[in-house]
Nanobody, 127 residues
Framework: EVQLQASGGGLVQAGGSLRLSCTASKFPSDDYAIGWFRQAPGKEREGVSCIGSSGGRTYYAESVKGRFPISVDTAKSTVYLQMNSLKPEDTAVYYC????????????????????WGPGTQVTVSS
């Protein structure tokens, strides 16, 4: 019942920046978290970042910590991923997803804990 739309991907040179947006038809009324995942060709999907209800808590993969701050605008039902100092290994399709529950209070929810997924947006970083 929650529809998601990711945008902001594109082609950028190494060292550049992009800002991804994930807009939801609505945010759940109960506890929830919005996560960003990525998948490169031939690779498994991996978690990138996650933010809890009202920005209560954030999580980051070690590979992006310090480079990709996540934020939320509740009024616009939108989550942002600011991608800085991009590297070629960041090239992937990026997906946003909604987790409904409270597990984010204690850990970074794993992919199988998310209830809704949106289509991906392609990010390509050239050398």
């Amino acid at each position: 019942e929650v529809q998601l739309q990711a945008s902001g991907g594109g082609l950028v040179q190494a060292g550049g920046s992009l800002r991804l947006s994930c807009t939801a038809s609505k945010f759940p009324s109960d506890d929830y978290a919005i996560g960003w995942f990525r998948q490169a060709p031939g690779k498994e999907r991996e978690g990138v970042s996650c933010i809890g209800s009202s920005g209560g808590r954030t999580y980051y993969a070690e590979s992006v910590k310090g480079r990709f701050p996540i934020s939320v605008d509740t009024a616009k039902s939108t989550v942002y991923l600011q991608m800085n100092s991009l590297k070629p290994e960041d090239t992937a399709v990026y997906y946003c997803a909604v987790h409904v529950g409270k597990s984010w209070l204690v850990h970074f929810p794993e992919s199988n804990e998310y209830n809704y997924w949106g289509p991906g947006t392609q990010v390509t970083v050239s050398s």
